[in-house]
Each structure stands twice: as C-alpha cells, then as structure tokens.
C-alpha cells in the first residue's frame, strides 16, 4: 500500500459555515457549494487543458520545473518562488473568460520552454448541475459524521468512526472544489513532522521502494526528536485535529491558522537548516526544498485573503487537481 498524499485546502469560514449549514439541508447547502465552486472549476480545467497537452511532449518529462508545477501547484504557474506562485494566482483571480485563461496558462507553459499545440476540448469545467449533484452526495456523507445534537448526545446517538472519519473526507473534497489545492506530496505532511512519531505502517510502505533495508535507514536516520525545540516552535504554531464548526476535520489533519501564516513562514526560512535536519530524518526524501516552496507558496496564497489552511489526506481519492466529478 503506498502511503498517504497529504494536501492544503483553504478554508474560509464562510465555506466552512456553508458545509456546516448543508448538512441540515443538503438540496439548498448544495445549490450554494456549486455556485461557489463553479470559477475554482473553470481555472483547474483550463490549467489541466495545457497540462495535458504539455504532458505529450517529449521534454516534458525532463523538465523538473514542469514536474513540480503540473504536480503539486494548483494550477500550471512558471513562478519558482513563493511570492511569484502567490502572486500569479492573485492575476488568475481576475481572469474570467476561457480565452484569457487559456492564454495565460498557455504562456506559463511556455515561459517553461515547452510548446503548447493543442488543447483537448473533452477536458472541460463540470456545469452547476453536477457540481449541485456531487456537493449533495458529499453533504449526505458530512451530516452522517457530523456531531450530533443534544439530544441525539442524550440518547447515546452517535456516529461510528467510519462515518465520522467519512465526514471529514467529504468535508476536505469538497474544500477542495471551492479553491485551490496544494500537494505536499506522498508521506509528507507537514502534521506528521510536527507530531514528531513515527507511523511503522507508514514507514514500511515509505520505504518499500528502497533498495536497502529499512531497519538500517531508521538506524542510521531515526526520526526526529519530538522534544526539539524547533518542533516545539512548529507545533505552537498549528493547530492539530481542529474541528470546523460542528465538522470533524479529520484525526491526521492539521490546520494552518491564516494569523500564523507569517511565523511559519519563518519557520520554513530562517529555521529551515535546523528544521530541514529534522525533516529530512522522518521523510527519508531528497524532494525536501520542493516540499518547502509548496507550504510557504500555499502560506502566502492564504495569508493574503486571511484564509487558514487545513492539511488533510487524499483529498481526492481518484485524481488530482482536476478529478472528474
């Protein structure tokens, strides 16, 4: 089994409250979820239309940058820094009509060195009726998981783990419709170094693909030092296991708050050397520094619309980016 993939979502409390208030009427909570989802569907489409295409070409598949935008950015942006990322998303937002996204994704390809020729027109946005579809089924899913109300607590009604960890999926996906998403990758996630203990079943399927014996890794390696006074400062900063409203986010999710986007921001720059120490041990992966720029560029993204970010487990279960609904 491979392990996990870990993603960023922002969520605003608005959505939040809406997702909250969809699961005591997921007809009406769905109606406002599609409308809300609807431009977030447009970018991803059109971004996945140069993707695809891109993804044809022969240097495509040696090109590192493309690697990193095209599988763990929101969307395709040329940008290697942080600031830069944030700040294309700041023109996508402007960009309403499907030429001028088209355009601006295609120029991102190129600024690549990669020529974009011909967009496949079967990649398209889903309309509002199936996005209203797919939200209603989610809501089903979140108010079966959801806490209960007094008197169901009175009665000794609640939910079972599988349903309430069912919710928290649902919730997270649906997060994901509304705005962008970030891939911290496969095995990493920025709650699992906070925590700062090692998962056996995670490690084993971590470690598979390596042609060495694990036990010699986790020797020479270890994991980090959960009393290190950088993972000290980290964990001060996040928050682990939130609940959203009455929404369970989710026992291995972690939440970003948009007030301390800045001093994990720091964190990630001024302490890295000693965090990177830290991390390096408990993800066995040399793809740390790309890693990085994926938290710090989702930080600036978020801080900038006071929206906190919540890191959650496969998002998606059957795609990335633009799954088919």
Known sequence: MSPPRFFLVQAAPSVVEAIDRGRRDPAAGARVLASLALQHQRVAAASERVVDDVRKRPQARDNARFGFAAGNLPYLIAAPDPHGIAEALRTVETLHEEAALEAFFTAQAEKLGLQVRRLDPAIRAPGEAELRSWMEQRLALVAAGAAPGPLARLLGKTPDDAAVRAAAH??????GRIGPVWSEGRGRGLGALAGGVPDAARD???L???EIDPAEVRAALGAPDPQAPVLAAL?????RAPRLGSLAA????LLLPAGNAEGIARLLTERWNELGQQAVRFFLTEELDDWRRVILAALHAAHESGVPLLEARDVFRYGYRWPPL
């Open 204 to 206: 084993a399927a971590l």
């Open 170 to 175: 649902a919730a997270a996906e649906i997060l």
């Open 235 to 239: 964990r001060a900063l996040v928050e």
């Open 250 to 253: 989710g026992p291995e999710s």
């Open 208 to 210: 598979a693909s390596y």
